[in-house]
């Protein structure tokens, strides 16, 4: 599975961005989808994940609220809408795949997508 990921820029805060990530698999409706994160200095954080169908979503308590995820299984693309964006979201952006949602949320997705940066000023 091979994903794109794209949309990240230069926000001030309070704004907002729409990430979009588009994969190449056929069978893109197997996979729940997700979007991971790593700010300077830090580790990679779980941000946001999908199931397959749709119907399920879980968010990290830092972005609930604020951003949301959503996807197109004919188009083979998740977003992740993000808004009312703080200095603090900034990051590079990393879309996931992986047969079991738990798997993103614990930041061990199957494949990794190239990240896109995502700047906030205050």
């Known amino acids: 599975v091979q994903l794109q990921a794209s949309g990240g820029g230069l926000v001030q805060a309070g704004g907002s961005l729409r990430l979009s990530c588009a994969a190449s698999t056929r069978d893109f409706g197997s996979y729940a989808m997700g979007w991971v994160r790593q700010a300077p200095g830090k580790n990679r954080e779980f941000v946001a994940a999908?199931?397959?169908?749709?119907?399920?979503?879980h968010y990290a308590a830092s972005v609930k609220g604020r951003f949301t995820i959503s996807r197109d299984n004919a188009k083979k693309t998740v977003w992740l809408q993000m808004n009312n964006l703080k200095p603090d979201d900034t990051a590079v952006f990393y879309c996931?795949?992986?047969?079991?949602?738990?798997?993103?949320?614990?930041?061990?997705?199957?494949?990794w997508g190239q990240g896109t940066l995502v700047t906030v000023s205050s």
């Open positions: 999908i199931s397959q169908s749709g119907d399920t979503t």
């Open positions: 996931a795949a992986s047969q079991w949602l738990h798997k993103i949320v614990v930041v061990t997705p199957d494949f």
